[in-house]
């Protein structure tokens, strides 16, 4: 049996979130999770690191099931034994740097319910195996040699903000150097070091972790760092040597 994740844009007040839990139930796919349903419109970027997050957790047997963006184009991936279900819009590459052509299909021809039957049933010759998709790279930090440079990719709803910038990133940036961090358009804030967790500051007080999946991430202990310090989208994040 078949567990179904949803990811999309659609707000989980809206009735396209229970239209899409009827067309599944009809389907016999009972068993679902709603991971969000708050992604910005369009923003593949979001969903894409949720995705990651979801994918490091999920065992075998999972569909995860991504609407996010514009496209009339639809492809299946299968990534060890977890089938994903998403539009052809360069959210794949997002995801996954590298993609195994072997496990990837197009399923233009079908609709999602037909593509949903087909991923349960396993009768993946019906579909167009090997397709040319969409490729999108993802906003890579940049490394000055003195400063490593990043911006935020997403914030949860608890506040908790997420950075482009990765544990082996700033390992092999800082080579064993003191440094700090400062956050663009925040003054005379800076931080000195990354903890393991947020529960190792005192409530109210800042913390630059990593998560599950080694992104750098900025929280408040029982706050709303996004909120304190005002981020915006493109809010930058200086990595410096000292």
């Given amino acids: 049996m078949h567990t179904v994740q949803l990811i999309t844009e659609f707000s ?35 969903a894409a690191f949720v995705c990651k997050q979801v994918l490091i ?27 994903l279900i998403l539009p052809d819009n360069g959210l794949l590459n997002l995801i996954f740097p590298e993609i195994d052509l072997h496990h990837l299909w197009s399923a233009n021809q079908f609709t999602l319910e037909e593509t949903l039957e087909i991923v349960k049933n396993n009768k993946l010759e ?6 040319h998709y969409v490729i999108k790279y993802p906003k890579k930090s940049n ?22 910038i990765q544990k082996n990133e700033v390992f092999d940036f800082l080579n064993g150097s003191s440094f700090k961090l400062k956050i663009q358009h925040v003054p005379n ?6 903890k393991d967790s947020v529960h190792q500051v005192d409530e109210g007080v800042a913390v630059f972790t990593f998560n599950k999946t080694s992104y750098l991430k900025l929280s408040i202990n029982q706050g709303n760092a996004m909120k304190l ?6 809010t930058k994040l200086m990595i410096e040597k000292i």
């Fill in 57 to 83: 957790e999920s065992d075998n047997h999972f569909i995860t099931l991504v609407l996010v963006g514009n496209s009339t184009k639809k492809i299946v991936y299968n990534f060890y034994n977890n089938w």
């Fill in 189 to 194: 804030v800076f931080f000195y070091e990354i």
């Fill in 229 to 234: 310090f005002r981020l915006k989208d493109d």
């Fill in 126 to 131: 019906l579909l167009t195996p090997n397709p």
């Fill in 12 to 46: 989980s007040s809206s009735f396209q979130v229970g239209l899409l839990k009827k067309s599944l139930f009809k389907l016999g796919l009972n068993q679902i999770i709603d991971i969000t349903h708050q992604i910005r419109l369009g923003n593949i970027t979001e």
């Fill in 143 to 164: 490394n000055t040699g003195e400063c490593l440079i990043g911006e935020r990719i997403f914030s949860d709803e608890l506040g908790n903000v997420y950075f482009n």
